[in-house]
C-alpha cells in the first residue's frame, strides 16, 4: 500500500513539472520573446542557452528578473531594449513566471 502511495507521488510530481515547463514554453511564444531569442544562436537579444549558462554560472535569480525585481546581468548594456517586454509579464502570475523561467533555464 506504501509502495503504491509512493507511486503515485513520484506519477504527480512528473506531470506537474511537464504542464509547467510546456506552460513555460506557451507563455514565452505568446509574447512574442522568440522573435529576439532563440535556443542556441545569438541574434538581437542572446540565446536561451546562454541566458541560461550566465544565470547558472552567476547564480542568478531569473525569477527576480522576470517580475522587474533584479537588473539584467547577461547583457546590461542592452537592458533598455528588453525593458519593454518585462513590462507585459506583471499580469502573470507567480507560477507562470516560474513555468517561463523554468523553460528559460531548461536550454
Ligand atoms: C526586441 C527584442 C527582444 C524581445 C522581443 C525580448 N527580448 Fe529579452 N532581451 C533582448 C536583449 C537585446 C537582451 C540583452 C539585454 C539584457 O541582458 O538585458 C535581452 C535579455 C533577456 C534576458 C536576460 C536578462 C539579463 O539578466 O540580462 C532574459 C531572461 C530575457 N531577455 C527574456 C525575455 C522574455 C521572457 C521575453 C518575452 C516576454 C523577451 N526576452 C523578449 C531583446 C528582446
Redesign the pocket.
Known amino acids: 500500500m506504501k509502495k503504491l502511495a509512493v507511486m503515485v507521488i513520484a506519477t504527480v510530481a512528473v506531470s506537474v513539472s511537464t504542464v509547467l515547463a510546456s506552460e513555460g514554453e506557451k507563455i514565452?511564444k505568446s509574447?512574442?520573446?522568440g522573435?529576439?531569442?532563440k535556443p542556441n544562436v545569438n541574434t538581437?537579444?542572446?540565446s536561451l542557452k546562454h541566458?541560461a549558462e550566465v544565470y547558472k554560472q552567476k547564480n542568478?535569480d531569473?525569477v527576480a528578473?522576470?517580475k522587474g525585481q533584479a537588473d539584467?546581468?547577461?547583457?546590461?548594456k542592452?537592458?533598455a531594449?528588453?525593458k519593454n517586454?518585462l513590462r507585459p509579464?506583471k499580469s502573470l502570475s507567480d507560477e507562470q513566471i516560474k513555468a517561463?523561467a523554468d523553460y528559460?533555464l531548461s536550454h
Not at 539584467?72 to 546590461?76: N, Y
Open positions: 514565452f509574447k512574442g520573446c522573435t529576439c531569442h538581437v537579444g542572446p541566458i542568478g531569473l528578473y522576470l539584467a546581468i547577461v547583457d546590461p542592452k537592458a531594449m528588453m517586454y509579464l517561463l528559460i
